[in-house]
Every structure is written in C-alpha cells, then in structure tokens.
C-alpha cells in the first residue's frame, strides 16, 4: 500500500501536511545540502532530479525516481551475477582444476597414507584452511581493493606505487600527466605528509632497482606458470585412463594424447578466445557442479564425520606426527591455490564484487566440498590397488562423463593463464621491460583479448617439452608450485607498499599484512624450494633467464633515452636551418619518432645532417607510456608548436596506458593530422601573443631550447560553435583547460611541479569573436592549415632511428656483455619499431644513430 501511495505521489503532501508546522525550522539547515544530496544521486543513478522543492510536482518526480532507482538496483544485481557467472570460464578454470592432482601430489612420496587417517586428515585440514586464508581471505577481501582504475595484477599494483611515489627508472614523467582521468590519487602528495617509506624510495636508486627487479620476477613466474599449467592441467585430466588400462598401456597412451591436445589448444590461439569463450563458462560451471556432487556423495556415503579435519587441531597433529616429511609435503598442499592470482590479475575483464560472488558463493563451497568428498573416500580406502588420484573417488557408473569433463575443464583452465601470458607480456613491453613481439588484437569489440604469435609457439614448444621430460605430475606439481608461490609473495609485498604509499595507512597495517600472509605463504615457498632436484629447478631456472633479457632490455632502453636527452640539439639550431645553410624544405609531413618528450631529437640533427632537406611539416612524435591501465581517446593527444608558427613545426605525445590498443598507422596518421588542424585552430584563436613560452625560463632548467605549451586535443574539439573556457595559471604545471573539448597544459618535463602561489584568469573565447578578429589572423590561419593539407596530400614519411648500442671503452666485463651482446642480439633478433608502428616500407626513412652508453 505504502510503495502505491509513493508512486501515485499521494503520501508526500500528507507527510508534509501533518509535519509541515514542525519542520519549518530545519528547512534552513536541510537547504544548504539538499542540493548537493540530489546532484550526487542523480549522478550515481543517473536521475534527472534537479532541485528539492516542496511542491507537489516535483515530490510526485522524487517518487518516481525512488521507484526507478530501485529498478537500477535490481539491474545491477543482475549485471553483477552476469558477469560473476562469465568469470568463471575466464577467471577460475585454473582454480577449480585443482582437486585433480592436489592429492595424488602430496602423497606421491614425502608421506604415506596410514590406517590412522591422521595423514588424511591433516592434509585436509591444511587444504581448507589454506583455500580460506589465501584466496578468500587476502584475494576476496584485500587484494582486489588495490585496484589500478579497475585493473589487476602485478603491473597494476606497480602503477599504482609509480603514481603515488617517484619509482619509476625512466625519467619521461610529465606534471600533465597527473591531469589524467584515470590518474586519480586518493590523497594528493601536497596535502599528505610523506611517509618514510617513500622517501626512501625516492631518495636510494639501489631500492628502485630493487622494487622493478621484484615485479620482473612476479612477471616471470606468471610467464612460467603459463607454460606449467596447461602441461599439469591436462595431463593429470589425461591420467585418468590408469585405471581403464595396464600400467605399461598406460605409459605410451597418457603422454601422446597430453601432447596432442596441448597442440591443439595452441594452434587455436590465433581465433581469439571470445569465439570460444561462451563455452567456457558452461564447462566450468558444470564442472563445479559435479565435483561438489562428487564430493557430497563421497562424505555421505564413506565418512560423514570428516568435517572434524576442518579443525587446525589437525594441521598440528599431522605435522607432529610427520615430521620434516609433512613439511615437504607442503609443496604439493599449496597446489590447491593455483589460480587464485587470476582472481586479481583478471579484474579489469569483469568487476570486484562479480569475483567476489562468483568465488565466496559457488567456488570456494565447491572446492571445499571435492576435497572433504575425497579424504572421506580415502579414509576408508587405505589399500587402494591405484595410487591416490582423483578418479579413484569417482563412481565407477560416471567415471568416463566425469573424466570427459574434467578434460575440457582442464582445457579452459589452460586457456586462462595462456591469455593472462599474453596480456602480462604485453604489458611489460608497453613499460619498456620486453623485447618488441607483434601483438594481434583479436576482438575488435572486448578490449585486452590478444595474441602473440611468437610466445604462443614458444610455450607449446615448452609445454610439450615439459611434459615428455617429466611424464610425472609430481614434478610438473612441484615445478607449478613453487611459480605460484613466488607470485603470491611478490604480490604480498606491493600489496603491502600500496597500503602505505597510495592508502596511507600506518606502518603497522602494512607490516601486520606482510608478516601474517608472508608468513604462510614462505612456509610453502621453503617446502617448494626442498624439491629443487625434483622439478622446482625448472621455474627458477625459467625466471633468471626471461628476468636477464628483461632486465637487460630496460637497462638500455634507459641508457638510449638518458644519452637522447644529453645530446637533444637546441631550438636555435633547428630555425637557423635555412636556404643560407643549404637546407630545403620538401612538399609532405615528416613524422620524427622519439622518446624524448622535449628537445630536438638527435637523430634528427643526424639526419638533416646526412641529407640537407627536410619536409614542410615537421611533427616530433613520442609514443609515450603511462603508469595507467587505460589513457582516454580525448586525452591521448599532447600537440604544441616548436618554435614560431611559421616555422610549421610541431610536438606531437601521444599517450598509452599498459592496457591500451595501440592503433594502426593508417587511422594514426590521419587523427594525428586532425589533431594538428584542431591544435591551429585553438592556438589562433587564443591570444597568440602569450603563446610564445620560453621553456628554459619557464622550467628554471638548462635546457636550450624552448617550445610553446602542450595542448590535449580531443577529437571534434572545433566542430560545433559552443564557447569554451581557458583556466590559465602563472605556474606551468597547473595550466588548465576545463572544458569539454580543450586541455591546455605545460610541457614539464621534470616531476616536481613548481612551488608557489598561483593566479588564476579566466576567459571566454565564443566564435562569434572570429568577426573582430584582425584580417592578417585569418590569412595566416588558413595559410598554416592549407599548408598542412597541402602537406597531407604529398605524403607523410617516417623518420626512425636505428639504433645501435655499445658499452663506453672502460665499462665492466658484465656491462659490455650484456649491452654489446645481449641487447644487440635481441634488438636483431625481435621485431624492429617499423614492424610494431605498421609503418609502410615505402614511407619508411631510417636514421643510423651509434649510443655510446
């Protein structure tokens, strides 16, 4: 009766009849936020409530609301489900496999299974407590808080600590890009006082290094844990045809048919996995179905009492009773974790609260349910004429179906942690950490989905391999386990810094955080490490060698950048280019690739030097990554001028996040052009005469030469008539555009903005102003945009270096091996800059550049 009354806008006046007398007195009070109140419920619920007014109709609009409103809750309910139930085929197909081989690892050598069941039990015991502590307790509930604008992973969590403190090795930080959407801090640093932890990072480059070389190795065991994974997935899927055939049948039959799936799992890469990826979700549902059925069944039907292992009691009696041997065994307990990093490193594909339902409601009570439902099977089976395996506590009536499922299970887990092996190896060349591979983007429509055809290859070569030279998933298990561990270690670490640095929470948080969750987790690192000689030497000996070409490749590509910046030529140098030198301008654009986010390239210099020309337009572009998952499309662009507009020169940043598509040249070359038409257009119709910035003056820095400030352009910014406002500061690193089409900023290279009080101008420039404007400004606005089209139509050309590298004479034997043969090597060896831009080999000009570093 009452939600009628509501909608049919009746009960309001009678509440306001009856207390309208009495509430007269808090309307003063309720005035000043009632507003505010309905501005942020309209933004959230996307409500169209604009005043608070007592009046009928507008109670009757307020009602109306409250009834869509509730609607909007009951939708992102069902997004919310949607979405947790899409999660499972991407985000728990490695989790949920895991019963497979938990058991029959544990036991295959370290401890026996006894009459007592005391070795059973405890075994449970740690399983449960170990899926409670881990994956729900830190994932669920902790973890996935440290999102980077949604993302997760270890490069998220490494984001997020560059934003909040000065860590990052690579020196191109700009003040503008702290004006990102995306680049939110949750306390600016002016306003928080610094912790110690950060000024000690800031303060000793040794720590920096150190903290890149601690998320390098959780990068590279994810890369090893893809290539473990499907290996120990599908082969311990496989094996259960021990118990349909003879022990020597079963040697020659479960090793081909492991490696012919695995063969065809990656030769099916390249599809992408949105054509498959309806079917993921329906198999690992219906697996999850089926192993908890399995394992009600088993605990009613065997041992209905085994929920008493639950209790840690047993965890102590078991290793009381087992000794160093229990310890051990801990390497293949802690197999029942694997897969829960995707849990965070998937995040940005789906949201915190789908994870979070999807595991605490289906995943986590169908795995504890499959692992109670084989202890009490083995509980009363002690001589079992199998070795313990999963498919001994399966009904014999249903063993083929389960054993059917339980390999395309396997599959879909594999196909996970394969994609997460792209995504993170993209990543990481993005952040200058990997040598260039081509990436294929194979869904125009979901964004992250793509395929390296090099590491796809590599890791089936390598599965195949792992899996004839070990035939044992004892070993695949103690090499899978000690990848995961480390992950979760490195991942416990960050997680610990964010709190900190980007929470600012106290000290104690963090060391309290790190010594509970670091504890466990390096009590089943030590047991992994025990089993070095019996396949734990394969994921360490993995990670030192991918860790070695990524920690070579990012040494010089920071030495390449520090000697660019060193020998940048100045301004001066580029205008006095002329007929009295020599030098011809040529019909087209010229597109000069660097690094370097201000200055004048050298490689430039060397090429103007080597031929005397160079084109009408000249745009210096930097491709530039950000310590942000996703830049906006309407924030990427950074164009400003080099040197006086007639000179028809122009910096051009175009920025990526570590997520981000990067766009063909084709659509490249023809927004850039818009871009630079957008950017005239606005740099005409300001006030020309403050354009002109001298960037040594403005920055206090020795560098020579000086450039006008950077603009963000936006696509559309000047295709309607609407006014827009400019936000100008005395301080370069606070100017400002607000508006919805134009940013105007400062090109800072340094990351400190500049201290001191600011003044603040605002005007508005309306296009009907362009009819007082002087008629020169308009002839040399359309000379400079007829000859960018004009330049347009004659062709573009790339300009890039290629460069070599060699260590400077007096350098040490491991500095020279690893910059002249290393980097050299891989630079020969990995796809060049044309090859990863797309350029065309017709509009290709490379420029030879030697770095002495």
Known sequence: MSCGLLKSGLLCP?????????????????GSVKMKTAAIFAQHFNLTVTNMDLDFGKRRSISKNVIRLIALQKESWRTILLLAYQSLGVVYGDLSISPLYVYKSTFAEDIQHSETNEEIYGVLSFVFWTLTLIPLIKYVFIVLRADDNGEGGTFALYSLICRHAKVSLVPNRQVVDESLSTYKLEHPPEKKKSSKVKLLLEKYKALRTALLILVLLG????????????????????????????????????????????????????????????????????????????????????????????SPYYMFKFLKKTKISGWMSLGGILLCITGSEAMFADLGHFSYAAIQVA??????????????????????????????????????????????????????????????????????????????VKVIHTSDKIHGQIYIPEINWMLMILCIAVTIGFRDTKHMGNASGLAVMTVMLVTTCLTSLVIILCWHKPPLIAISFLLFFGSIELLYFSASLTKFREGAWLPILLALFLMTIMFVWHYATIKKYEYDLHNKVSLEWLLALGPSLGIARVPGIGLVFTDLTSGIPANFSRFVTNLPAFHRIIVFVCIKSVPVPHVPPAERYLVGRVGPPGHRSYRCIVRYGYRDVHQDVDSFESELVDRLADFIRYDWHKNHETSLCNEDEALGTDVSDSECRLTVIRAGAFSGPPAYEIEESVQPASVSVES??????????????????????????????????????????????????????????????????????????????????????????????????????????????????
């Open 740 to 853: 919805p089409t134009v940013d105007s900023v400062r090109d800072v290279f340094e990351m400190e903005p500049i201290s001191g009080a600011e003044r603040r101008v605002r005007f508005a420039i309306d296009y009907e102003s362009e009819t007082d404007a002087s008629a020169d400004m308009k002839v040399q606005l359309q000379e400079e945009l007829e000859d960018l089209y004009t330049a347009q139509q004659a062709g573009t050309a790339f300009i890039l270096g290629n460069s070599h590298v060699r260590a400077k004479q007096g350098s040490s034997v491991l500095k020279r091996l690893a910059i002249n043969f290393g980097y050299n090597f891989l630079r020969r060896n990995c796809r060049g800059p044309d090859v990863s831009l797309k350029v065309p080999p017709g509009s290709l000009l490379e420029v030879g550049m030697v770095y002495v570093v």
């Open 14 to 30: 009678f509440i306001s009849s009856i207390f309208a007398s009495r509430v007269e007195s808090w309307m003063a009070v309720l």
């Open 219 to 310: 990068t590279c065991m994810v890369i090893g844990d893809g290539l473990l994974t499907p290996a120990i997935s599908v082969f311990s899927a496989v094996s259960g045809l021990e118990l349909s055939m003879s022990k020597e049948h079963h040697q020659y039959a479960v090793v081909p048919i492991t490696c012919f799936i695995l063969v065809c799992l990656f030769a099916l890469q390249h599809y992408g996995t949105h054509r498959v990826g309806f079917f993921f979700a329906p198999v690992v549902l219906t697996w999850l179905l089926c192993i908890s059925a399995l394992g009600l069944y088993n605990i009613i039907h065997w041992n209905p009492h085994v929920y008493k292992a639950l």
């Open 359 to 436: 595991f605490t409601f289906l995943v986590y009570p169908a795995l504890i349910l499959a692992y109670m439902g084989q202890a009490a099977y083995l509980s009363k089976h002690h001589q079992s004429s199998h070795r313990i395996s999963f498919y001994v506590s399966v009904p014999e009536i249903v063993r083929w179906p389960v054993f059917v499922l339980a390999i395309f299970a396997s599959v879909v887990g594999s196909q996970a942690i394969i994609s997460g092996t792209f995504s993170i190896i993209n990543q990481s060349q993005s952040l200058g950490c990997f040598p260039r």
